[in-house]
């Protein structure tokens, strides 16, 4: 089964710039999402189609994604940012949806 | 406003069978493909199922297909999960979903809270 691989956890200092990586065979072909998750809370989405940001979600976040390879990059990383992300995408059929493990991002 | 409410979690003993509802409002239910999506207790979301908006079009991931069945009701505004064969590894909270589509395929754009499901 397909699968996207996340690093486990990333930390970063307040003000500085976070970046979360997600690898997967498909995403050459395919579109990463970004969701955010907050303790108790349901997951929000934050990017879509690589680069996208839903309306309400701040500047500071931006995507990339190059090859097997997409980024979710939080410039000027604030307190507020400190949460799960998980990266999804589909198989390369498009019917198959799978989300990577998450990454916890700790603002220190 | 997008608000999507689910309900029907609860305690089952393993073996068991639950069917899990949301009910949809503040978009056009019939016009949008809608997802399942769980997570077991401090573990990672885990995608479960898609329906098409006419409901002539589920897919499963394929841990789950066969046991886990995904149906909507569009004049009742509703989404369905029937859950069989239940096991202690489906614990989880599972989200209903709004999903948009595009080239890439579909993606969750909107959630609900979540039922919590316990299987023991």
């Known amino acids: 089964s397909y699968e996207l691989t996340q690093p486990p956890s990333v930390s970063v200092s307040p003000g500085h710039t976070a970046r979360i990586t997600c690898s997967g065979d498909a995403l050459p072909k395919k579109y990463a999402y970004w969701y955010q998750q907050k303790p108790g809370q349901a997951p929000v989405l934050v990017l879509f189609e690589d680069t996208k940001r839903p309306s309400g979600i701040p500047e500071r976040f931006s995507g990339s994604s190059s090859g097997t390879m997409a980024t979710l990059t939080i410039s000027g990383a604030q307190v507020e940012d400190e949460a799960d992300y998980y990266c999804?995408?589909?198989?390369?059929?498009?019917?198959?949806?799978?989300f990577g493990g998450g990454t916890k991002l700790t603002i220190l | 406003e997008v608000q999507l409410v689910e309900s029907g979690g609860g305690l089952v003993q393993p073996g068991g069978s639950l069917r899990l509802s949301c009910a949809a409002s503040g978009f056009t239910f019939s016009s949008s493909w809608m997802s399942w999506v769980r997570q077991a207790p401090g573990k990672g979301l885990e995608w479960v199922a898609n329906?098409?908006?006419?409901?002539?079009?589920?897919f499963y991931v394929d841990s789950l297909k066969g046991r886990f069945t995904i149906s909507r009701d569009n004049v009742k505004n509703s989404l369905y999960l029937q859950m069989n064969s239940l096991r202690a590894e489906d614990t989880a909270v599972y989200y209903c979903a709004r999903a948009s589509r595009d080239l890439s395929g579909s993606y969750p754009s909107d959630w609900g809270q979540g039922t919590l499901v316990a299987v023991s």
């Open positions: 999804y995408s589909t198989d390369s059929s498009g019917h198959h949806c799978v």
């Open positions: 329906i098409n908006q006419d409901g002539s079009e589920q």
